[in-house]
C-alpha cells in the first residue's frame, strides 16, 4: 500500500556523515520532491514557535543565544551525555516534524516521488510509513573520520554522537536499498542514478508500487 495515494514516498536514512543529503540533491536533481527532517526540525524550533519554547521551559534559557535563537552546540551538549534528556527533546521536536513533514507530503500532486530525508527513521519506528527505504551506508571507520573532520570533535565527542543512533546493523535490516558511499562521488552518483532509473522513475515502466521491492546492493 503506497504511504501516501497517488504518490511514491520514500523514506532515505542513514547514520551521521553518511552522505544522506548529497543523495537527496542528486535525487531531486531527478526530479523528485525532497523534505528533509532536519530542515523542519530547524523550522519547528525556530524564534517566536511553540517549539522553542518548550525546549527553553525543559532545559532553561541557557539554551539561546544572546540573539534569541536556539543554541544548537549547548543543546547539544546536554542531550548527547543524557539519555533522558534526549528522549525529552524528541518528544518535543518528532512530533511536530511528522505533522509538518505529512502536510508537504500531502501537498505533493499527483505522480510525486517524494522522499523524506528523516536521520532518525529507524530509532523513531517510521519505516513502515514508506513506499520504500533508501539507506546510505558507510563503514564506522568511514564515518567516525567524517564526523570528527565536519563538526570538528574529538573522537570520544564524536564516538558519543555515533553511539546516539541506531546502530548499522538495524538500518541495514529495514532497507529496501541500500546506497554504498564510502567511495568516490562518482560511484554515489551511479547508484542514485541506478536507484532512480529501476526503481523510481515512472517513465521507465518499472513497478513503484506494492510490497518490499527487495534490497538493490551497490554496484
Same mark, same amino acid.
Given at each position: ?121 529507524? /530509532? ?16 564506522? /571507520? ?12 574529538? /573522537? ?32 554515489? /552518483? ?30
Amino acid at each position: 500500500m503506497s504511504a501516501a495515494p497517488g504518490r511514491l514516498v520514500i523514506g532515505l536514512t542513514g547514520g551521521i556523515a553518511s552522505g544522506k543529503s548529497t543523495v537527496a540533491d542528486l535525487l531531486a536533481a531527478r526530479g523528485a520532491i525532497v523534505i528533509d527532517a532536519d530542515l523542519l526540525a530547524r523550522e519547528v524550533v525556530a524564534p517566536g514557535t511553540a517549539g522553542l519554547a518548550a525546549v527553553v521551559e525543559r532545559f532553561g534559557p541557557g539554551v539561546l543565544t544572546a540573539d534569541g535563537d536556539l543554541d544548537r552546540p549547548a543543546l547539544g551538549r546536554l542531550v548527547f551525555a543524557d539519555l533522558a534528556a534526549r528522549r525529552d527533546l524528541e518528544a518535543i521536536i518528532h512530533p511536530a516534524v511528522r505533522a509538518r513533514a505529512a502536510a508537504l507530503t500531502a501537498a505533493a500532486p499527483d505522480g510525486a516521488i517524494v522522499v523524506q530525508v528523516i536521520p532518525l527513521l529507524v /530509532e523513531t519506528g517510521q519505516q513502515g510509513a514508506f513506499d520504500l527505504v533508501v539507506v546510505v551506508d558507510v563503514t564506522p /571507520e568511514v564515518q567516525l573520520a567524517r564526523v570528527r573532520a565536519r563538526d570538528g570533535l574529538g /573522537e570520544p565527542e564524536a564516538r558519543a554522537r555515533l553511539a546516539a543512533q541506531a546502530g548499522r546493523d538495524a538500518r541495514l535490516a529495514v532497507a529496501d536499498v541500500v546506497i554504498s558511499n564510502d567511495g568516490s562521488p562518482a560511484r554515489l /552518483e551511479e547508484q542514485v542514478e541506478r536507484l532512480w532509473r529501476e526503481r523510481l522513475d515512472p517513465r521507465a515502466g518499472n513497478s513503484r508500487r506494492g510490497g518490499c521491492p527487495g534490497r538493490m546492493p551497490a554496484p
